[in-house]
Antibody, heavy 123, light 107 residues
Framework: QVTLKESGPGILQPSHTLSLTCSFS??????????VSWIRQPSGKGLECLAS???????YNNPSLKSRLTVSKDTSNNQAFLKVTSVDTADTATYYC???????????????WGQGASVTVSS | DIQMTQSPSSMSASLGDRVTITCQASQDIGNNLIWFQQKPGKSPRPMIYYATNLANGVPSRFSGSRSGSDYSLTISSLESEDMADYHCLQYKQYPWTFGGGTKLELK
């Protein structure tokens, strides 16, 4: 059974760096086809896909955040990480990580989600 | 970026109604579209994969269809547990993009 759980600072100040951890079980990010995606949702608004990291180390960052995003993984500890630099109030949102997999033919995108981590950027 | 235009943004319907929500893609995405259901305070749940395939455990009253660049999620007979927000997502091309969401409420 795949499960994921996000953890983060809760609140941070503008211009600081947001660091989020996705701790997961039921799969390995060293196994062919496995991936983790990061998504955020401001309160009362829609969803935005931020980044993805795959079993082979390939990553994708949404260019809307320019070069502020870094996604990485620790396969030994079954964790994925998201860093967002120079945060401002517009980065206030619930941040989710989600399991994504590719079986060589089909993608199963965001088939299991974490519970989300609330992040508030405020001075 | 591929834009996903979702409509309506909100709607109210009665129990037993047939409900249809639509996403229009700005470019060809093939069948690379997912529908998610999100209840208040909860994480999204995938309902339909590859535009027309029901995800595991999803009731058969849900269905997905495609007509050209228009993708639809239909609930054949609305039940109270279906009140939620619904989101489409295209994963044909990075950045993967969501529609704006539809809030489905009880009339």
């Amino acid at each position: 059974q795949v499960t994921l759980k996000e953890s983060g600072p809760g609140i941070l100040q503008p211009s600081h760096t947001l660091s989020l951890t996705c701790s997961f079980s039921g799969f390995s990010l060293s196994t062919y086809g496995m991936g983790v995606s990061w998504i955020r949702q401001p309160s009362g608004k829609g969803l935005e896909c931020l980044a993805s990291i795959w079993w082979n180390g390939n990553t994708y960052n949404n260019p809307s955040l320019k070069s502020r995003l870094t996604v990485s993984k620790d396969t030994s500890n079954n964790q994925a990480f998201l860093k967002v630099t120079s945060v401002d109030t517009a980065d206030t949102a619930t941040y989710y990580c989600a399991h994504t997999r590719y079986d060589g033919t089909y993608y199963y995108v965001m088939d299991v989600w974490g519970q989300g981590a609330s992040v508030t950027v405020s001075s | 970026d591929i834009q996903m235009t979702q409509s309506p943004s909100s709607m109210s319907a009665s129990l037993g109604d047939r409900v249809t929500i639509t996403c229009q893609a700005s470019q060809d995405i093939g069948n690379n579209l997912i529908w998610f259901q999100q209840k208040p305070g909860k994480s999204p749940r995938p309902m339909i994969y590859y535009a027309t395939n029901l995800a595991n455990g999803v009731p058969s009253r849900f269905s997905g269809s495609r007509s050209g660049s228009d993708y639809s999620l239909t609930i054949s007979s609305l039940e109270s547990e279906d009140m939620a927000d619904y989101h489409c997502l295209q994963y044909k091309q990075y950045p993967w993009t969501f529609g704006g969401g539809t809030k489905l409420e009880l009339k």
